[in-house]
């Protein structure tokens, strides 16, 4: 009995405190991004795309191209070491964190990991485009890693507003004063069924993905500064998947 009490505690405990649902919420993150953006086929191909836009674009023939991308690093690492290197760090800043009384920094490492990620994914898509370029590529797997890396961008942006905004949400209920990143239908809502409803995760995912279809806000307005850049820049990666990898790959298959 003493041990369901405790495993009931320590539910209850990660259902409702803030700092424990990011930490669970980034090692997620940690996982997927592993597992998705190291693993894209067609940025191996990114070195001779680099070199003809290079070309066609009438630059210097001595264009220097990163080591990053002539080791194509990400194809070759060990998923489980970096896996486990990746989850350490994390598990270990965010445990300091807690223990030197700074829980309220966790939110701090959380955007910083998700900025890393979004840098990351554009970094990948700029090698996706280049490899447009190569004689080698394979226009199946351009539309694979283009599935992939949409998929991502929904996934990591829609955690990344959660991170942003869904506290903020929680202490509007009390201080309806208080700025929010973002206005959605149901708080707007005159409704009493709506009343005191707060989004969760799952809202912010689908918001994400509005983003990633619509290119820009549907039902939900977009508050803040900081939200506002988020969505352009989520709007933009989709788009260029879209318009640019996608179709090329379709009208190649």
């Not at 597992?35 to 001595?62: C, H, P, R, W």
């Not at 490899?131 to 590529?137: V, Y």
């Not at 149901?186 to 409704?191: D, F, M, N, P, R």
């Amino acid at each position: 009995m003493e041990l369901i009490c405790s495993l009931r505690q320590g539910l209850s405990y990660i259902l409702t405190d803030w700092t424990a649902k990011r930490i669970i919420v980034l090692l997620l993150l940690a996982v997927v991004s592993e597992y998705i953006l190291t693993d894209l086929q067609t940025t191996s191909l990114s070195v001779e795309g680099m070199k003809k836009m290079a070309e066609s674009a009438n630059f210097a023939g001595a264009m220097v191209i990163p080591g990053i991308l002539e080791g194509t690093i990400w194809l070759e690492a060990d998923h489980l070491h970096d896996l486990v290197i990746s989850l350490g760090l994390l598990i270990g800043i965010s445990t300091a964190l807690i223990a030197l009384g700074k829980k309220r920094y966790v939110r701090n490492l959380f955007i910083l990991y998700s900025i890393f990620l979004l840098l990351w994914t554009v970094y990948n898509v700029v090698l996706m485009i280049a490899s447009l370029w190569s004689r080698q590529g394979v226009a199946l797997l351009h539309l694979l890693d283009a599935a992939l890396i949409w998929f991502f961008c929904i996934f990591s942006f829609g955690i990344f507003y959660w991170v942003i905004d869904a506290e903020l949400q929680e202490m509007y209920l009390a201080d309806p004063s208080l700025k929010i990143n973002f206005l959605f239908p149901q708080s707007a809502s005159a409704l009493k069924c709506w009343a005191g409803w707060k989004p969760s995760l799952v809202d912010y995912l689908f918001l994400s993905f509005t983003f990633s279809t619509a290119f820009g806000p549907a039902d939900t307005q977009v508050l803040s500064l900081k939200a506002k850049a988020l969505v352009m820049c989520h709007a933009t990666l989709s788009l260029i998947i879209i318009v640019t990898i996608a179709v090329w790959a379709i009208g190649n298959i």
